[in-house]
């Protein structure tokens, strides 16, 4: 048994998130403190709500969810052309949940965890990071006491599938930066350690699948939240798998995954800027300076996914699922 890594989880459920929140919770090796909710695949009057229905299947009552903004810092919110179903959790269809949402703004809720456990804290985002940029806004010493910052985002060109599998409204971007540019430039230059997995490596249906070894293990465990894992794995393989490849991962666990166990992936720091205009064409984009020559100096730097162990990827995804060790299923 390792630490326990206390987490906050930022996210937008969306089908991939809602089991990141399922992960959270079953892991014995994650203390998650509060999940906030995000405008990204769907405005956060529906994703805090679709929280709220994820920890009601979960049967858990003591672990706050928090709405934020409805909007991006600056600009209008899009729409996901990724598709999470018409309720945003793969067509479940869950009640209206009972459980009532935090009282504190989701910017507030984070300033307050990282302030109770300085040095402690790691902030994962699944989603756009308007919650989190406007939490560094209200509190700047916050960068200095957060542990470390992970955010499932950006496009790099580590490897063909950052763009093949673009998922902002245009070639080069990915949808948790193009929504709200402006605040993944707050948090990535705020000064914290930040690692980032782009779709370089998240998206990537040579690395990334759930394998059918996993798929008959969670078949066997029969519980809840493996139930609810196999659904979402045949949603997205249904939904959203590429016409010539086998793609049933799902998306963002990639980054809870890596957050338990970091040695999952390996990564490199590079020197990015983000595009924050209003170029259709390249807003969002996390443009990486790999020049021998003339490269600019004043870059954004971050660590990001270069590679991924595909089966210790599954292992642990099963592992977080289920609560228990793969080995013994």
Not at 84 to 113: R, S, Y
Not at 248 to 266: K, R, W, Y
Not at 288 to 306: K, V, Y
Request: hydrophobic content about 40%.
């Amino acid at each position: 048994m390792g630490d326990i890594k206390k987490v906050i989880l930022n996210c937008d459920p969306g089908t991939d998130d809602s089991l990141c929140i399922i992960m959270g919770i079953m892991h014995p090796e994650i203390e998650l403190l509060a999940v906030t909710a995000e405008s990204g695949n769907l405005t956060s009057d529906k994703t805090s709500k679709n929280a709220l229905r994820i920890m009601e299947l979960m049967g858990c009552e003591d672990i706050p969810v928090a709405r934020g903004m409805l909007h991006p810092l600056v600009r209008k919110h899009p729409s996901d052309p990724y598709s999470h179903g018409e309720d945003g959790l793969g067509n479940h269809f869950f009640p209206e949940p009972k459980l009532p949402l935090c009282e504190q703004h989701a910017a507030l809720k984070i300033i307050e965890e990282v302030k109770k456990y300085p040095g402690e804290v790691t902030i994962l985002s699944t989603a756009p990071l308007t919650n989190v940029a406007l939490a560094l806004m209200l509190c700047p010493e916050l960068a200095g006491l957060v542990k470390e910052i992970w955010h499932l985002g950006g496009s790099y060109g580590v490897t063909p599938y950052a763009f093949a599998n673009a998922t902002g409204d245009n070639p080069v971007s990915e949808w948790n930066v193009y929504v709200d540019p402006e605040a993944a430039e707050t948090v990535y230059s705020c000064g914290a350690k930040v690692t980032t997995i782009g779709l370089d490596v998240a998206f990537n249906p040579e690395w990334v699948n759930i394998s059918q070894e996993v798929i008959s293990k969670l078949k066997k465990v029969d519980s809840v939240p493996s139930r609810y894992a196999l659904e979402i794995i045949d949603y997205v393989d249904k939904n959203n798998s590429l016409p010539d490849l086998l793609n049933n991962g799902p998306i963002d666990t990639v980054a809870m995954c890596s957050v338990i166990c970091p040695e999952i992936i390996q990564t490199q720091n590079i020197g990015i800027m983000i595009d924050t205009s209003d170029n259709q064409l390249t807003r969002g984009m996390t443009a990486w300076d790999r020049r021998n020559h003339f490269r600019w100096d004043n870059l954004i730097r971050i660590d990001t996914a270069c590679s991924i162990n595909s089966e210790l990827y599954n292992r642990v995804f099963f592992e977080a699922v289920t609560g228990l060790s793969y080995d013994e299923v």
